[in-house]
């Protein structure tokens, strides 16, 4: 017998949660469709509480070894139809039909190591006003050393299991903020990199389980001089890889819909792309090939050598 970890993203507003349960199947069986309690989850009312999961993507489950497996899964309501949360179902037909551009999308994942009070890991908390102390930013970005590049543990730990369950993870580092990292997932085509990313973070929150350390996606997790965390995306067509001025066009046509990609980035946006630390404000949009106060930064490299 083997142990099947099903993943599924829940409907959590505004920030979607990931679940997970356990099936027992047998070695080399396929894993079936399953189902779940919509109304634990917010994805049903309780009078008809029953969703279903669709395995999409399988990946060997480093944190139990041997034959087990981790499922990620897509929620169908009972009917069939994909539920209003899968925003996978739609992103899988947009695609397919991009196909011959041969897309590569490469995700940034920032995160924030905190406590169960919010604080972020290895600061103390004033007893008064609950606001953590440390040293001022600089020290931490690409760091090493205790009470500098805090959680390190943690973070190897994860890296070792995206890589055994072969999640396309292309780098790690340091951020700005103490008890701040990134990785890097990808490149890869946008459903690869969407499920990695979804198993990746999932790896994370179980990790996080034995470091005793919360992890957070939240745009900006401590108030005052501190950088946010995002999820910067890198992107490229087969175009935009072969000529310069595809992606200066690229760069064009994202700034036609900007509000709507804002709208849709995620909750606590605004929080983070200030205009201050490393950011352009989330009211503008600007691109360029210099530094990181840009929407959409042109790497020096693709304006030298005009290619991306
Ligand atoms: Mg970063």
Not at 251 to 263: D, N, P, S, Y
Request: aromatic letters at 10%; glycine letters at 10%; a negative charge.
């Amino acid at each position: 017998m083997i142990k099947a970890e099903y993943i599924w993203v829940d409907g959590t507003k505004p920030t979607a949660q990931i679940r997970s349960k356990t099936k027992i199947l047998a070695k080399g069986e396929e894993p079936p469709g399953w189902g779940f309690d919509g109304s634990s989850t917010n994805q049903a009312e309780g009078s008809a509480s029953d969703c279903v999961l669709v395995p999409v993507r399988t990946y060997h489950d480093p944190i139990r070894g041997a034959d087990n497996i981790l499922v990620l899964c897509e929620v169908f309501n009972v009917d069939g139809t994909p539920h209003e949360s899968n925003t996978r179902r739609e992103l899988a037909p947009v695609a397919a039909l991009h196909e011959d551009q041969d897309v590569w999308f490469g995700m940034e994942q920032e995160y924030t190591l905190v406590n169960l009070q919010a604080n972020p890991v290895g600061t103390i908390a004033s007893r008064s006003d609950n606001k953590f102390r440390s040293l001022p930013q600089g020290p931490y970005y690409c760091s090493a050393g205790y009470g500098l590049a805090i959680g390190r543990d943690l973070v190897e730990t994860h890296l070792d299991f995206c890589l055994a369950a072969g999640i396309r993870v292309s780098g790690i580092n340091a951020e700005v903020m103490p008890g701040q990292w990134e990785y890097q997932v990808g490149p890869s085509s946008a459903l690869k990199v969407s499920d990695d990313l979804w198993i990746s973070r999932y790896l994370l929150h179980r990790v996080s389980e034995w470091h005793h350390m919360v992890v957070t996606f939240e745009g900006k997790p401590a108030e005052g001089d501190w950088n946010g965390a995002g999820c910067h995306t890198n992107f490229s067509t087969r175009e935009m890889r072969d000529s310069y001025v595809a992606c200066e066009e690229a760069a064009i046509a994202l700034g036609e819909r900007h509000q709507l990609h804002i709208e849709n980035y995620g909750a606590g946006i605004e929080h983070r792309l200030t205009g201050a630390h490393e950011t352009c404000s989330y009211k503008e949009y600007r691109y360029g090939v210099f530094g990181r106060g840009t929407s959409m930064r042109i790497p020096w490299q693709v304006e030298r050598e005009g290619e991306g």
